[in-house]
């Protein structure tokens, strides 16, 4: 079943295309990677699925619903996470309460219980921390639960942001670049994360510079140059299209390869 459909879609800055007429469709509960190489548009496409842009032409259908140029907040509500290329935590905050702020999403309360603190926001409030706790263990952060986030490993602050993009029950998680300078350890704990992420039915759209993730955990894979759609496919078809190969990965040897990491997409 297609969750997200994409039509027509179009964005430019100046006389610059960053995505360019895109059609793409989304299977429900897979995990769809997007790569390509710096400047293919895959981080300005991840903008446009979360409102942050809108598009200048085109569709972006969420089971359905047409989301094409409305505000962030209704992409969050209609079910769409997402995280960051660059961290967006609460340093401030310890790492249970960076996730609360997720579950707020779905746990609202008006302004008056909240300065009353009546019975029912309490007991909001209580659930919004319990349902953070399960979280945290969900990413295998429980024993970071009290800890500042400033004092965090940095492969830990990845998992605390995707803890809290599933704060808010999200259908369609985006991941911007999830393994970026993380170690190999690291980059595994993400790996594995994923994939238990997909078993449990959320349906995940990574992009990412590591091969080796990308190809490890993904059902589907599409491949951008210059904000269009040179190829989709399996991991298996992609890494063997001739194409993508010559543009993208190197010589077949160096398909599987890791890709060097970059902050730019």
Do not use: W
């Amino acid at each position: 079943m297609t969750l997200l459909a994409i039509e027509n879609l179009s964005k430019s800055f100046g006389g610059v295309h960053a995505i360019a007429q895109l059609d793409l469709q989304v299977r429900e509960g897979a995990v769809n990677s997007i790569i390509g190489p710096n400047g293919a548009g895959k981080t300005s496409l991840i903008n446009l699925l979360s409102g942050v842009y809108a598009p200048d032409t085109g569709s972006i259908r969420l089971d359905g619903r047409e989301l094409a140029g409305q505000p962030t907040f209704r992409f969050a509500h209609a079910g769409i996470g997402r995280t960051f290329q660059n961290l967006q935590v609460f340093f401030n905050m310890s790492a249970l309460e960076n996730v609360m702020t997720g579950r707020h999403l779905r746990q609202p309360c008006s302004l008056l219980a909240s300065l009353l603190h009546t019975p029912a926001q309490q007991r909001a409030e209580a659930a919004c921390r319990a349902t953070a706790r399960q979280l945290l263990q969900r990413v295998g952060l429980d024993a970071y639960e009290d800890a500042a986030s400033d004092s965090m490993p940095y492969g830990a602050l990845k998992r605390l942001e995707i803890a809290r993009a599933l704060a808010a029950e999200p259908r369609l998680l985006l991941l911007d670049e999830p393994a970026a300078g993380l170690n190999q350890t690291e980059a595994r704990e993400i790996d594995g994360l994923i994939k238990r992420l997909a078993q449990a039915g959320t349906t995940v759209i990574l992009v990412e510079h590591n091969m080796r993730l990308v190809m490890e955990v993904s059902d589907h894979v599409f491949v951008l140059d210059h904000g269009r759609k040179l190829a989709e496919g399996t991991p298996q078809e992609v890494s063997a299209n001739p194409q993508v190969i010559e543009a993208y990965l190197g010589t077949p040897d160096d398909a599987a390869a890791p890709a060097p990491e970059s902050a730019h997409a």
